[in-house]
């Protein structure tokens, strides 16, 4: 069998996504399932993979779900925990009271305390807490959604205190492998996983420095009375000055801390230092924006829920609103930090090796250091804190499992065929595996220029499965593989994997529903879709930009790529060295 054809059968699976998820809008839902059965008649009848092993990659598969849904479950209920003991409803009024000025509203509201929330939560709740808080306080409904939905860019590889790349990347490398090629160069895997963080923090801070700026100018060219792009430029050195109030902690913390504290660290550093700017009129432009009249609002702008600011139901502090997410920072910092309680975390863990006798497919669920049993401990001490009642409680735990069960019926499905993908280089007619097929097939078309288009081969992943997660756990052994066989650096295409599906949640379908619906704008996915695709495309090519700069110009290279390392000014070397 030829390479080219032996690509294209690997590419099938997706390809197959692909069609049935935009081609005929069928539901993520429905098309795993199917994806998950083609991707076993694949590797069982063309590749030959044995019955055994593709049972094996999928209960491999079942067990890293665990992890994600724990993970995601604990998010979820932190909020919606903050949700009902009144602390989100606090959050609101005291946004509310700090200015009149649209484009410092939004900079504050959906960059700062979006990537926050991002960071905390993920999944999509950012949209879903930033947009019906920006229509309380006179936003348009179409507005607030493509704001809610443009700050899902640059913090979300870090979203859900790093899901994306402690279960996305983890997950969809071969992990066993690696770790035995790091080993032979006495590299240990959390070194060589720390140079990808790194990276991406580095790459995501670069893009995501003009994206305040970039979120008023939109506000002003669709949403002004004048429909001017230049209208918010006099917003420049604040919009600027906003921006690293957020990136610089969050790369400090990406380089020195790891995956899970950017996003939380960058949005709660930024929140201090820029709502401290503004009360100091720092860099506050002398001239203000607003919005048309609303009776002015054309039809497709408006939403149809109502989004009153409304008083909290309880006498709820400030500092005890905000507290649970400040505690979480600082125990995920000591838990990760602080060895012994490190050590003990870890110590609780399902381990299954060689599941069902099978070569290298192996899979661990640590319940107490996975950010799930962080969040869920976050959330016992709120309980206490904000005196919450069972009746409370309950409702917390009852919308965060409905919200559970949507998410996991996909993950059941595609984390195996991804798993069944990586594993089925062991077959009885020696070939290589899935991932490696396509990079082998992707190196021979794009060659030196491949790095340009990789985050948007991870972006569209991501529109595909609306899931940054989701995307890096189906393509980032295949990004490593393309790396690979062209010679670079394979810690960066992964990284460039993470950034653009980070960019692709911005016109993730999955995404913009749910953000539609919270403002009441079920209907008008396509007229969001068609402004979020401009700083789509302007992430996709810078971010690709800078790896096809970093490899070509300043000879980026890792432990496992065939080029050596070239410049002392190199990070992965600088991490080699530490």
């Known amino acids: 069998m030829s390479d080219g ?12 996504a692909g069609i049935l998820l935009i081609g005929f809008r069928i539901s993520a839902k429905v098309v ?15 590749w030959g993979v044995s019955g055994r092993r593709v049972f094996a990659s999928s209960l491999q598969g079942l067990i890293i779900t665990m992890g994600i849904l724990w993970i995601i479950f604990g998010a979820i209920m932190l909020l919606n925990t903050l949700k009902y003991s009144g602390a989100i409803a606090k959050i609101r009024e005291g946004f509310s009271n700090i200015t009149n000025d649209r484009r410092i509203q939004v900079i504050l509201i959906a960059w700062l305390f979006g990537c926050f929330i991002e960071g905390a939560s993920g999944f999509g709740t950012p949209a879903a807490v930033a947009a019906p808080l920006m229509v309380a306080i006179g936003f348009p409904a179409l507005a607030a959604v493509v704001f809610g939905m443009m700050i899902q860019s640059t913090p979300v590889s870090f979203g859900a205190v790093g899901t994306p790349l402690i279960v996305g990347v983890q997950g969809g490398l071969d992990k066993v492998l690696l770790t035995e090629k790091l080993i032979q160069k006495g590299i240990e895997w959390e070194s060589f996983f720390s140079i990808i963080v790194s990276n991406v923090a580095i790459i995501h801070a670069m893009c995501g420095t003009f994206m305040p700026l970039f979120i008023v100018i939109i506000m002003t060219r669709f949403f002004g009375k004048n429909k001017s792009w230049l209208e918010g430029i006099s917003i420049f050195p604040f919009a600027i000055f906003s921006a690293f109030s957020f990136t610089i902690p969050y790369v400090i913390a990406g380089i020195f801390l790891g995956p899970e504290f950017p996003s939380i660290i960058g949005g709660l550093v930024g929140l201090a230092v820029v709502t401290f700017a503004i009360k100091k009129n720092f860099l506050i432009p002398r001239d203000s924006w607003n919005f048309p009249s609303s009776s002015n609002w054309p039809i497709s702008w408006k939403g149809s829920i109502e989004m009153p600011l409304g008083k909290t139901q309880k006498k709820i502090s400030t500092f005890n609103a905000w507290f649970p997410y400040i505690f979480l920072a600082l125990i995920l910092i000591i838990s990760r930090t602080y060895e012994p309680l490190t050590n003990f975390l870890k110590s609780v863990s399902f381990n299954f090796t060689s599941i069902l006798s099978e070569e290298k497919i192996s899979a661990s669920f640590q319940i107490l250091y996975l950010p799930g049993g962080i969040l869920m401990m976050v959330c016992l001490v709120t309980f206490i804190l904000h005196k919450m009642s069972f009746a409370e409680i309950s409702n917390a735990f009852l919308d965060s499992f409905k919200t559970i069960l949507g998410a996991g019926f996909v993950l059941i499905f595609t984390v195996p065929l991804v798993r069944i993908m990586i594993n089925s280089g062991i077959n009885t007619k020696d070939l290589v595996s899935m991932p490696i ?8 078309l794009m060659g030196q220029i491949y790095p340009l288009f990789a985050p948007t ?41 993470s950034v653009g599906a980070a960019a692709g949640n911005m016109i993730a379908i999955h995404n913009v529903v749910a953000a539609s619906a919270t403002v009441g704008l079920l ?17 996709f090519f810078l971010s690709g930009l800078i790896v096809l700069i970093f490899i070509h110009l300043f000879n980026f290279s890792d432990p496992l790529s065939k080029t050596s390392l070239k410049h002392s000014s190199n990070i992965n070397s600088i991490f080699l060295k530490t």
């Open 523 to 539: 209907g008008k996915e396509g007229v969001i879709m068609r402004i979020t695709i401009l700083p789509t495309l302007y992430y």
């Open 5 to 16: 054809l032996l690509a294209v059968l690997a590419f099938i699976p997706i390809l197959s």
């Open 32 to 46: 795993m399932p199917i994806i998950l059965l083609i991707t076993i008649i694949i590797s069982n009848f063309m």
């Open 457 to 497: 081969i991870g972006g569209i992943g991501a529109f595909l499965a609306g899931s940054n997660t989701v995307s890096n756990l189906m393509l980032s052994q295949f990004q490593f593989e393309t790396a690979n066989l062209l010679g670079l650096s394979g810690t960066l295409m992964v990284a460039a994997q």
């Open 437 to 444: 097929a396509m990079a082998q097939g992707m190196s021979s």
